[in-house]
Each structure stands twice: as structure tokens, then as C-alpha cells.
Nanobody
């Protein structure tokens, strides 16, 4: 069982930056496909970015060119660097880890972007 713990959320003005971190509890981290998702107020959870075990990345159109997902297998951590933040990026951000049928989520971290 992998446990995921997100950190790095907070309040930031529009145009600012934040870096989210998600630390995993297991040493088999490198085999996991990882992702960041978000749930804006009153809306459904949506994909932000994913990174496979081979470090292939994918981004939602709304964050391309502003957000970057990376992973550090030595630290069992996945990051989301968020630049040029907009008020519409306000959401609870969740970390996700998958391997075959296994799928687990972190508890979420709040990101609020003020206009």
C-alpha cells in the first residue's frame, strides 16, 4: 500500500508561482505512473498532468507551458511546478499513483490564486 502526502499549496497572487510536492511511502516508487489532478470549487476533479515510470509527460491544455511535472525516484517524490498562476487555477490539488490495477490518491492540498 502506497501512501501519498502532498505539500506546497497556499495562497498566491495571480502571476505567481508555487511548487507542489507529493511524497510516497514505498520504495517501489519508480514503477509507478504518477499524476496531479485538481478539483475547482463546485466542479469535478480534472487531470492536470501525468508522468509515467519512463518519465513521459502529458498535460491538460489549460496548463501547457505554465506547469511542469517532474519526478525524483531517489526521493520517492513527484513535483508540480506551477508558474504564471491564474485565478482559475484555484482548486484542491491531488496526487495520484497507479500501477496496473492499483490506484491511490493523496489527501489533497489547497491552491488559491487571488486576482
Amino acid at each position: 500500500q502506497v501512501q501519498l502526502v502532498e505539500s506546497g499549496g497556499g495562497l498566491v497572487p495571480a502571476g505567481g508561482s508555487l511548487r507542489l510536492s507529493c511524497a510516497a511511502s514505498r520504495s517501489n516508487f519508480k514503477i509507478l505512473d504518477l499524476g496531479w489532478y485538481r478539483q475547482p470549487p463546485g466542479k469535478e476533479r480534472e487531470l492536470v498532468a501525468t508522468i509515467t515510470s519512463a518519465a513521459s509527460t502529458n498535460y491538460a491544455d489549460s496548463v501547457k507551458g505554465r506547469f511542469t511535472i517532474t519526478r525524483d525516484n531517489a526521493k520517492n517524490t513527484v513535483y508540480l511546478q506551477m508558474n504564471s498562476l491564474k485565478p482559475e487555477d484555484t482548486a484542491v490539488y491531488y496526487c495520484n499513483a497507479r500501477f496496473r490495477a492499483y490506484d491511490t490518491w493523496g489527501q489533497g492540498t489547497q491552491v488559491t490564486v487571488s486576482s
